[in-house]
């Protein structure tokens, strides 16, 4: 029998967010493999460490062109095409070195206002009486305040943006109306930030380069393309770790007992890139368009073809990380997981994420030692969406 899209095993699978798919041990024999994708595509489904972190940093891997015309789709767009290369946008519009300042984990201030705003948030909860919603009440609030901050935008606006998310990094088949919608809305309040003048942080900084002749070739839009696409991305990524590591504090012990000094742990600083290393919160492939044949394995991987790089898969090769389900903090090379990414797309804001999710995790830890799960974690109804496999609620008694 002939193997079409049909025939093929759908990707991603179903998975619930606490453990890795079964299917995953079923690819150490065959570590790049044809799925089918949302869309209805083929791919290249690539697990292995080696061959992950290969595809990562080869070039000829494109993550731009999976938004070409007529490229294989992992599934419907929900921003617009050039927007999917977007560090690569703003390196190539001059704009790079105003963002990493913006995205400074030692920038002034910002560590006495991220403890502040954790403490603030774990105040509140605590006030409200268990259960408190860790979800919806800390992580989402927590990081959408800080990426506010960054960006000199009002914190009470927010939720406004936040609202857009579960649509703008949906997996969808077909395009869904209502990410339009929400991209022109989200750009238009970028766009009025631009004139206000009690906007700051990196608005305001991209503001003041539209009366620089050097940067004549800005528009608004492509200035407000740059907040509204590092808040989405931004808030995305972090939330959706911090809330994955919140579950894993919840339902292992061992991770539980390495974070808490008490229980003769590194602590939360100590624990990280393992942390990292064993997040679940991406759920899916990170899509890269084949330029040229490449040998890529056994494979011979054609021009054009999809490649989706299985980061969960590639952390717990045990080929690369021994025993790669226990949790070990002094794990000698637990800082080589790709949960970042790799390449010329290595995330940028990894030393920012890492310390805003250690001072989150910290404060909930010394607040409230005796945390843990008010309902049983197979009552979490967990949501497919990219960049994260998160719970709807995640509900906490104290």
Same mark, same amino acid.
């Given at each position: 029998?002939?193997?079409?899209?049909?025939?093929?095993?759908?990707?991603?699978?179903? #998975?619930?967010?606490?453990?890795?798919?079964? @299917?995953?041990?079923?690819?150490?024999?065959?570590?790049?493999?044809?799925?089918?994708?949302?869309?209805?595509?083929?791919?290249?489904?690539?697990?292995?460490?080696?061959?992950?972190?290969? %595809?990562?940093?080869?070039?000829?891997?494109? $993550?731009?062109?999976?938004?070409?015309?007529?490229?294989?789709?992992?599934?419907?767009?929900?921003?617009?095409?050039?927007?999917?290369?977007?560090?690569?946008?703003?390196?190539?519009?001059?704009?790079?070195?105003?963002?990493?300042?913006?995205?400074?984990?030692?920038?002034?201030?910002?560590? @006495?206002? $991220?403890?502040?705003?954790?403490?603030?948030?774990?105040?509140? $909860?605590?006030?409200?009486?268990?259960?408190?919603?860790?979800?919806?009440?800390?992580?989402?609030?927590?990081?959408?305040?800080?990426?506010?901050?960054?960006?000199?935008?009002?914190? @009470?606006?927010?939720?406004?943006?936040?609202?857009?998310?579960?649509?703008? =990094?949906?997996?969808?088949?077909?395009?869904?109306?209502?990410?339009? $919608?929400? #991209?022109?809305?989200?750009?238009?309040?970028?766009? @009025?930030?631009?004139?206000?003048?009690?906007?700051?942080?990196?608005?305001?900084?991209?503001?003041?380069?539209?009366?620089?002749?050097?940067?004549?070739?800005?528009?608004?839009?492509?200035?407000?393309?740059?907040?509204?696409?590092?808040?989405?991305?931004?808030?995305?990524?972090?939330?959706?770790? *911090?809330?994955?590591?919140?579950?894993?504090?919840?339902?292992?012990?061992?991770?539980?007992?390495?974070?808490?000094?008490?229980?003769?742990?590194?602590?939360?600083?100590?624990?990280?890139?393992?942390?990292?290393?064993?997040?679940?919160?991406?759920?899916?492939?990170?899509?890269?368009?084949?330029?040229?044949?490449?040998?890529?394995?056994?494979?011979?991987?054609?021009?054009?073809?999809?490649?989706?790089?299985? %980061?969960?898969?590639?952390?717990?090769?045990?080929?690369?990380?021994?025993?790669?389900?226990?949790?070990?903090?002094?794990?000698?090379?637990?800082?080589?997981?790709?949960? =970042?990414?790799?390449?010329?797309?290595?995330?940028?804001?990894?030393? *920012?994420?890492?310390?805003?999710?250690?001072?989150?995790?910290?404060?909930?830890?010394?607040?409230?030692?005796? *945390?843990?799960?008010? %309902?049983?974690?197979?009552?979490?109804?967990?949501?497919?969406?990219?960049?994260?496999?998160?719970?709807?609620?995640?509900?906490?008694?104290?």
């Amino acid at each position: 029998m002939s193997v079409t899209a049909e025939t093929l095993p759908a990707f991603p699978f179903d #998975w619930d967010g606490t453990r890795l798919p079964a @299917e995953v041990g079923a690819l150490r024999a065959e570590p790049v493999r044809k799925v089918r994708t949302i869309a209805g595509a083929e791919a290249w489904l690539v697990s292995s460490y080696e061959l992950c972190r290969q %595809v990562l940093e080869d070039p000829r891997f494109s $993550l731009k062109d999976t938004s070409a015309p007529g490229a294989p789709r992992q599934y419907a767009l929900t921003i617009p095409p050039h927007v999917v290369n977007n560090m690569g946008n703003i390196t190539g519009a001059g704009l790079r070195k105003a963002v990493m300042k913006a995205i400074n984990p030692k920038a002034p201030g910002l560590e @006495e206002w $991220l403890r502040a705003r954790a403490g603030a948030l774990v105040d509140a $909860l605590v006030a409200e009486g268990a259960p408190g919603e860790l979800r919806g009440g800390y992580a989402d609030p927590y990081s959408a305040g800080l990426h506010c901050r960054m960006l000199g935008i009002p914190e @009470e606006d927010g939720p406004r943006l936040l609202r857009s998310l579960d649509v703008a =990094f949906m997996n969808a088949p077909r395009e869904i109306e209502a990410a339009r $919608l929400n #991209w022109d809305r989200d750009i238009a309040y970028m766009t @009025e930030r631009l004139d206000d003048p009690g906007t700051g942080g990196l608005m305001a900084e991209l503001a003041a380069l539209r009366e620089d002749p050097d940067y004549a070739h800005l528009t608004d839009e492509m200035l407000a393309t740059v907040g509204v696409t590092l808040f989405g991305a931004g808030v995305i990524s972090t939330a959706g770790f *911090l809330t994955m590591a919140l579950v894993s504090v919840l339902t292992r012990p061992d991770v539980r007992e390495a974070l808490t000094a008490g229980g003769g742990g590194r602590g939360v600083a100590g624990a990280m890139d393992e942390l990292l290393r064993v997040n679940l919160s991406i759920g899916d492939g990170l899509p890269r368009l084949a330029l040229e044949d490449v040998r890529l394995g056994e494979v011979e991987v054609r021009a054009g073809e999809l490649v989706l790089v299985l %980061v969960e898969a590639a952390n717990h090769d045990p080929g690369h990380f021994p025993d790669p389900l226990a949790f070990r903090p002094d794990r000698e090379n637990a800082s080589d997981h790709l949960s =970042f990414g790799g390449g010329s797309h290595y995330c940028p804001a990894t030393a *920012l994420g890492k310390r805003h999710a250690e001072i989150a995790l910290e404060s909930l830890l010394d607040r409230l030692p005796t *945390l843990r799960l008010a %309902v049983p974690v197979e009552q979490l109804v967990w949501r497919t969406n990219f960049m994260k496999r998160l719970p709807e609620r995640l509900p906490v008694a104290w």
